[in-house]
């Protein structure tokens, strides 16, 4: 579904260079054969039915077109394989031999594109849940952002206590040589 029709009085869309990759893709999704009652979301497992192969190795084309090998016992004959490589969205392809046996279709997980505001609480339950074990930052709306990531990136301004170490071991260094002074000042008469 477009937000525009593909005619050039609307937009000039229909010239862009995304514009027929983007189609042919939309296309071969909606035509797909094998649509099931599957819904996978990326990062899941997925279980495919490989019964139609014909050799032991199962050979796996990712969307990033990467290959994947998948060995087959063949003292067990079994109809289904676990896959968990799927952190891509996209159709991953399942191939014995040349002779394609499955296409699962992965998407991306529909919760990722809500917009809605998080609370603090919430973000918070959400940042124990993945285990975030970094620092991070709240950012009012009254504050100055450019300042707060500088600030988050460099740290504090180190140099004010650092000048007042200094003055203050100066003072002690000076009250250190006046108690020597005197003692040598004493030793002497």
């Not at 973000?123 to 300042?147: M, T, V």
């Amino acid at each position: 579904m477009f937000s525009s029709s593909p005619v050039f009085t609307w937009s000039d869309f229909p010239i862009k260079s995304i514009f027929a990759p983007l189609i042919t893709k939309s296309v071969m999704y909606l035509s797909s054969k094998n649509i099931g009652d599957e819904n996978y979301l990326a990062g899941e497992t997925i279980n495919v039915n490989v019964s139609d192969r014909t050799l032991p190795q199962i050979k796996v084309i990712r969307p990033d077109n990467r290959e994947d090998f998948i060995n087959m016992d063949e003292n067990q004959r079994t109809d289904f394989v676990s896959y968990s490589s799927t952190f891509t969205a996209g159709n991953y392809k399942f191939f014995s031999g040349d002779e394609l046996v499955s296409t699962v279709s992965v998407n991306t997980d529909p919760a990722e594109s809500v917009t809605d505001y998080l609370t603090e609480g919430e973000f918070d339950e959400y940042l124990e849940k993945i285990n975030f074990n970094g620092k991070h930052i709240r950012i009012n709306k009254s504050d100055n952002p450019a300042q707060m990531i500088l600030q988050a990136r460099f740290g504090s301004e180190l140099w004010r206590y650092f000048v007042l170490i200094a003055i203050l071991l100066a003072l002690v260094e000076m009250t250190i040589a006046r108690n020597a002074k005197k003692e040598l000042v004493g030793i002497g008469s």
